[in-house]
């Protein structure tokens, strides 16, 4: 049989396998039904670089930032927010809850006229108007108040309590004497009933208070007979036990206090240095002991050594 390559075969449009039903023929194309053109909405669009749209919103927050300040500073907000809470305390104290009574816990030395003021509350006012933060903070500001605390009882009661500074020795300055606490603040009035508190003299005296009182508290008998001590030079301390005037003076070193301190309460319980005629103890040198005794001297009345003027 003879082979057919498809390159004896030429198929045309025209051309009809045999055996192959003709092609049936192609529907009548209706015709399209006529379109109703759409109509075209006119939009408006701006186009805008970021840039642009960033400087936009810029002017626009300045405008409303520009008005609020113009409204803020024509003083129309506070003057509102002021009248209705104006209102509103009145309103308050229409309906009863209006200052009625005022009570003060642990005034001793603090004159009342200061309490008064510095409280800033009257019977009558309103209760919800007082300012119990700021009315603690004045009180907390008087010279001889340590701490303070201010109750608001409704429906009319207001209730202050004090902690006053306690006086814990004389401070002789400038030729005269003036209460201070362990804090070193002066404590304002008179000194009478505090004669017998310790003296502190030199500068920078009241500011050590605490750092002194502490030292002396390590040896509680001797602290119980120390009657003054002078701060020399800001750097060290001198003390004078059982008298001002004639009393046993003890140099302290300006270093290692606590154990010259020490030192000294052993020395006291051993060899009983006060009860001798010994008039200073030198304890400025830990390893040498320097005694000074001058029987003619103990017994007359000699000032307290100015500070400074120790070698």
Known sequence: ???ISA????ITADDRLPGSAPPSPKPPRQPAAKRQPKRK?????????????????????????????????SGRPQRLARDTAAAALSLSADLGLRITDITVSGRRRTPTDQVVTALAAHHGDPILG?????????????????????????????????VERQPVALWQTEGRFVLVDRDGHRIPGAIEGFE????????GAPQRTDELFALLAAEPELAGRVKAAIRVGNRR????????????EVRLPELDTPQAWRRLAELEKKRGLSSKQVTMVDLRVPERLILKSDP??????????EPGKED
């Open 7 to 10: 390159s004896d075969i030429v």
């Open 1 to 3: 049989m003879r082979r």
């Open 296 to 305: 003619q001297q103990s017994a007359e009345r000699r000032p307290v050594a």
């Open 130 to 162: 007082l300012d119990i933060f700021a009315a603690r903070s004045r009180l907390e500001a008087l010279p001889s108040v340590r701490a303070a605390a201010v109750e608001r009882r409704l429906p009319g009661a207001v209730h202050v309590s004090i």
């Open 196 to 203: 017998d508190l310790p003296l502190i003299v030199g500068d």
């Open 41 to 73: 909405t006119a939009r408006w669009r701006l186009d805008l670089s970021p840039l642009q749209k960033f400087a936009a919103l810029g002017v626009a927050v300045t405008a409303v930032l520009v008005t609020g300040a113009v409204i803020w500073h």
């Open 237 to 248: 301390w001198t003390v004078k036990l059982d008298d001002v005037e004639r009393g046993l």
